[in-house]
């Protein structure tokens, strides 16, 4: 129940600084997926230098670049959702007349709504007789509880001492991104409904955008 409040809170904050400074929470939004980005590729790099140039490395390089890419992907994907990046096929349902076509793109955006909310938690679906239960957010919480750490990063030892915690960094902290890349999902998902009712968008997915947004960006790293 923790969790979930606090990710209704944050939704909430959220939604309120982008009624205020929509450019702020995009720019935000971009900075820390390039953060995520650079760091994974400084320290892939720095750990091919270390272990082929001096025969040494970092144990926990592995586990902290792989976390970190897991990261990248479910907070990237709510923004791609926001942004209508992800690529999709629509050339079946563009066939349809507009009221169709529009009531498609409303069914999808809500799967996506539906999906989101489902894998943070399934409990819900006991009211309509489903026999399913747990999510996202009890398996963290889980995590939580136990207070079980991950398997190669550990604290540095000043860190220890200071705070008193154990010697590997709790997996909690690793694990935080899975639910609340979900709910920013399913965030978005919904944002992309209202939009798609109001006519301000046609589809969740690019679409036949792909090809013009391919088109756009071919030359972006020449630039």
């Known amino acids: 129940m923790g969790l979930t409040l606090a990710i209704l809170v944050f939704l909430a904050l959220l939604f309120v600084a982008e009624r205020i400074k929509p450019d702020w929470v995009q ?6 997926l390039a953060i995520l980005l650079a760091t994974i590729t400084v320290v892939s790099f720095a750990q091919v230098i270390a ?3 001096f025969n040494m490395g970092w144990g926990g390089a ?19 959702i926001k942004m209508g ?17 529009k ?11 539906f999906y989101g909310v489902i894998l943070l938690s399934a409990d819900w679906l006991q009211l309509f007789g ?19 750490g991950l398997d190669d990063l550990r604290y540095p030892a000043w860190f220890m001492d200071l705070f008193g915690v154990q010697e590997r960094v709790h997996r909690w902290l690793a694990y935080i991104m899975l639910p609340l890349g ?4 399913a965030y ?16 969740i997915v690019a679409g036949h955008e792909a090809e013009d947004l391919v088109a756009e960006n071919k030359n972006l790293l020449r630039d």
């Open 27 to 32: 720019r935000t939004e971009e900075n820390i």
């Open 51 to 53: 272990r082929y140039g």
């Open 62 to 80: 592995l586990e902290f670049t792989r976390i970190l890419f897991a990261w990248m992907i479910l907070f990237g994907m709510g923004f791609g």
């Open 85 to 101: 990046t992800h690529l999709g096929v629509d050339a079946l349902i563009r066939k349809f007349p507009p009221p169709l076509f």
């Open 103 to 113: 009531t498609i793109a409303l069914f999808g955006a809500l799967c996506g709504v």
């Open 130 to 148: 489903a026999n399913t239960k747990g999510g996202a957010i009890v398996y963290w919480s889980k995590f939580f509880k136990i207070g079980i």
């Open 182 to 185: 979900l709910a920013l999902f």
């Open 188 to 203: 978005r998902c919904l944002q992309a409904v209202l939009q798609i009712w109001r006519g301000d968008r046609e589809l």
